[in-house]
C-alpha cells in the first residue's frame, strides 16, 4: 500500500503547520520559565567567559539596582580577575558592614571608553542608585588611542553598540540608538533573545565551565551561576624574581582614556546616579623610581580633576606588597584592605547617609 512521505504535505497543511509555529512563537516569550524577580545569590559576579554577554550584563544589573543600595562598577579590579568571589572588593564591603548593600557590577576588559558605551546602552536600569565607580591608572601607563584605536577597539565588542548608531555621532547617533532598542525591544524577536538567554539555553558553553555539575542548574538558576575556575591569578607578584618596571605615564589634559572616564561621570550624574570615584590602587612596589615619581604625580592631577570637578573620590592607599597579584589587580587579601580603608574614610557614603 502506498504511504505518503511525512513532509509531503498539501498547501492547505503547510498553511495549518504556518500558523501554529506563529502561534507558538508569539505565545512561548511569555511562558515563565524563571521568576519575574528573581533574588541574587551573595557576592554575585557575571561569570568571565560570559563577559561579552551585554543582554546579560543588561538584567543582571537592573536586578542588582533594585536589590542592592550600592553597585560597584569598572574593569577586571572591581569583578576582581585575581580573586575567588568571595574575596572581591564587593564582597568584602558586605562582609565589614554586616549588611549585602554591595553588588559587583564590573566586568573584564573594560577600558574607559569601552565602559562608557557599556553603561550607555547596557545598563539603563542603574539610574538614581549609587555606584562606587573604580577607575584603573593602567590604563594610563598603555600606549594613549588614536580615534582609528577607539573605533577599532569598540567594534572588536560585538553588540557593545547598537550597530545602527555606531557610525554616528552627537544627537543623532543617541536618537538612531533609541529607535533602534526600541524597535529590538518591541520584536518578536528581541523578546525571543531576552526568554532565551533567561532560560539558559547555552548548555553547552555552561557545560564545559561545570564538567560536574548537572545543566538542569543552568536552567533553574536565576542567573549564570558564577565560577571561581576561570582567568585567576592567585599567586603574588613577588613570589618569583622581580624587576623593577619602568613606563611612561599620559597626562590627564591629552588622555583620551581620562576623558572617556569623565565622560562616564557625566553620565551618570546625568541618570542621578550618587557616584563615589575609588581611584586606583595600583602596585608601586613594582615601579623604578622615575615610573614611580611621574606616577605619584599623575595621582595628583587626577585628584585636582576630581576636585575641581566638585567628585567625591578617594585615591586608594597602597596595598601591601604581598597583596598584589600584578601591577594593578588585588589579592583577596587585597580587597579587605581596601574594604577597611574605604569604611574608615567613606562610611557615612557607604552606609547612604551622605
Same mark, same amino acid.
Given at each position: ?10 498547501? $492547505? *497543511?503547510? =498553511? ?8 507558538? #512563537? /508569539?505565545?512561548?516569550?511569555?511562558? @515563565? &520559565? ?116 577607539? $573605533? *577599532?577597539? =569598540? ?8 550597530? #545602527? /548608531?555606531?557610525?554616528?555621532?552627537? @544627537? &543623532? ?130 585628584? /585636582? ?50
Amino acid at each position: 500500500m502506498f504511504e505518503r512521505q511525512g513532509l509531503e504535505l498539501s498547501l $492547505r *497543511e503547510w =498553511l495549518v503547520v504556518g500558523l501554529l509555529v506563529t502561534a507558538f #512563537l /508569539a505565545v512561548a516569550p511569555s511562558i @515563565p &520559565f524563571r521568576p519575574k524577580t528573581p533574588v541574587i545569590e551573595p557576592d554575585y559576579r557575571i561569570p568571565y567567559p560570559l563577559s561579552r554577554r551585554y543582554d546579560l550584563y543588561k538584567r543582571y544589573t537592573t536586578l542588582a539596582a533594585q536589590q542592592s543600595p550600592t553597585l560597584l562598577v569598572g574593569d577586571s579590579v572591581i569583578w576582581g580577575q585575581c580573586a575567588r568571589r568571595r574575596e572581591t572588593l564587593a564582597a568584602h564591603l558586605n562582609a565589614v558592614t554586616h549588611q549585602p548593600r554591595f553588588a559587583n557590577a564590573g566586568l573584564d576588559g573594560m577600558n574607559p571608553v569601552a565602559l562608557h558605551e557599556l553603561l550607555q546602552y547596557h545598563a539603563p536600569g542603574i539610574e538614581k542608585s549609587r555606584v562606587l565607580l573604580q577607575f584603573d591608572p593602567l590604563w594610563m601607563m598603555i600606549e594613549e588611542l588614536s580615534a582609528h584605536d577607539v $573605533r *577599532e577597539a =569598540l567594534y572588536n565588542r560585538p553588540d557593545l553598540i547598537p550597530r #545602527l /548608531a555606531a557610525n554616528f555621532t552627537g @544627537p &543623532f547617533k543617541e536618537a538612531v540608538s533609541a529607535s533602534w532598542s526600541k524597535l529590538a525591544d518591541a520584536s518578536p524577536i528581541g523578546a525571543w533573545g531576552d526568554r532565551l538567554a533567561d532560560a539558559k539555553l547555552d548548555f553547552l558553553a555552561w557545560s564545559l565551565d561545570h564538567p560536574y555539575e548537572s545543566p538542569l542548574k543552568a536552567i533553574s538558576s536565576t542567573l549564570p551561576p558564577s565560577d571561581d575556575t576561570s582567568h585567576l591569578r592567585l599567586a603574588p607578584w613577588n613570589a618569583g624574581p622581580t624587576k623593577p618596571i619602568s613606563a611612561g605615564w599620559l597626562d590627564v589634559s591629552t588622555s583620551v582614556q581620562w576623558q572617556a572616564f569623565r565622560n562616564i561621570i557625566t553620565l551618570l550624574e546625568q541618570r542621578g546616579n550618587k557616584v563615589l570615584v575609588v581611584v586606583g590602587p595600583m602596585n608601586e612596589h613594582a615601579f623604578d623610581a622615575q615610573t614611580l615619581e611621574v606616577y605619584r604625580k599623575l595621582k595628583s592631577d587626577i585628584s /585636582a580633576d576630581l576636585r575641581a570637578r566638585g567628585v567625591r573620590h578617594m585615591v586608594a592607599s597602597v596595598l601591601d606588597s604581598s597583596n598584589y597579584s600584578d601591577l594593578c589587580h588585588p589579592l583577596g587579601p587585597g580587597y579587605a584592605e581596601m574594604a577597611k580603608e574605604l569604611l574608615q574614610k567613606e562610611s557615612a557614603w557607604l552606609f547612604g547617609q551622605e
